[in-house]
């Protein structure tokens, strides 16, 4: 497996690749603007290829774009969901520019409505999206903690709303905090095969092309997304190792989202840590 890192994109853009090299990533994640604003980033298109060349240029692939986290195709204020629905194109036209292989992100809140009531709807944005934008990007639908009427925090929805889309551009990442959060056993070996065995059914390992690998500080089914460093939380080395040893994915990319062992995000430590234990589980 591909272990790789969420890094930050700040000025200049191309930095990113240095800083996935200074802490051993070989794939990376990053932000293309501000992700609690809807400001889209004012990058040229000499920055853009540039970003892309030096990505090539060191073998950082693959590597993907985070939405910004205000996006919601589930709210009942259009005015949101056009919003975006927007910034999830802006999203896409950044991959296509980039080589970026796609974005991924929540896809928001029912605030209590249910999920049946929004699924029209999600997939009705969705496809707005798909058709505005460049084939060979794709749209990665995250899973969530399951708190607050949040979408996909049960493999069935995800896999619902794949179905009704009816595209091989919809992918999924299996956060794994997020996973934990929402009740999914991922800490021992016999959960960790029922977990994979309900996401082949309800949704299909082939759309699988991300997860995010993070320590959850909650309890198992606490509906809480609060990541931590890896074996420092509550899924353990022990957990990780059995994980991993269960996915039997080659080259699936792993992306580290944690807070980092001094505070400043995904760091060399976490990454040898997780490279060390997808070798003692043949990963």
């Known amino acids: 497996m591909k272990i790789g890192a969420h890094v930050s994109s700040s000025a200049p853009l191309p930095k990113c690749v240095d800083r996935a090299r200074e802490i051993g990533a070989e794939t990376i994640q990053i932000f293309a603007s501000a992700p609690q604003s809807w400001r889209p980033g004012s990058h040229t298109d000499e920055t ?70 929004v699924l029209s709807q999600i997939v009705e944005a969705i496809g707005d999206v798909l058709a ?3 084939p060979e990007t794709w749209l990665i639908l995250e899973n ?13 929805e995800l896999g619902a709303i794949i179905r ?4 091989e551009r919809v992918k999924v990442c299996l956060d794994t905090c997020h996973a934990y959060a929402a009740g999914y056993d991922i800490a021992t070996p016999e959960g960790c095969d029922k ?3 309900e996401f082949e059914r309800e949704v299909g ?71 060390a234990l997808c070798a003692e589980a043949g990963a």
Request: net charge positive.
């Open 195 to 197: 977990v994979l065995d």
């Open 144 to 156: 969530s903690a399951g708190q607050g009427g949040t979408v996909g925090g049960r493999f069935p």
């Open 48 to 117: 853009l290829a540039a970003m892309k060349q030096r990505a090539d240029e060191y073998a950082i692939t693959p590597v993907f774009l985070h939405g910004i986290y205000l996006i919601n195709l589930a709210s009942a204020d259009e005015t949101l969901v056009n919003r975006s629905v927007g910034s999830l194109k802006q999203a896409l036209q950044f991959c296509a520019s980039t080589g970026t292989k796609g974005a991924i992100f929540h896809t928001g809140s029912h605030k209590g409505a249910g999920f049946a009531a």
């Open 205 to 275: 390992l082939a759309r699988l092309v991300a997860v995010h690998a993070n320590d959850s500080k909650a309890a198992i089914g606490s509906g809480l997304d609060r990541h931590e460093n890896i074996g420092e939380g509550h899924i353990g080395r022990e957990g990780f190792r059995s994980f991993l040893g269960a996915l039997k994915i080659p080259d699936l990319p792993l992306i580290l989202e944690v807070p980092g062992f001094e505070g400043k995000g995904p760091d060399k430590r976490n990454v040898d840590i997780l490279r």
């Open 164 to 167: 009704a889309v009816g595209s």
């Open 132 to 134: 505005a934008t460049a």
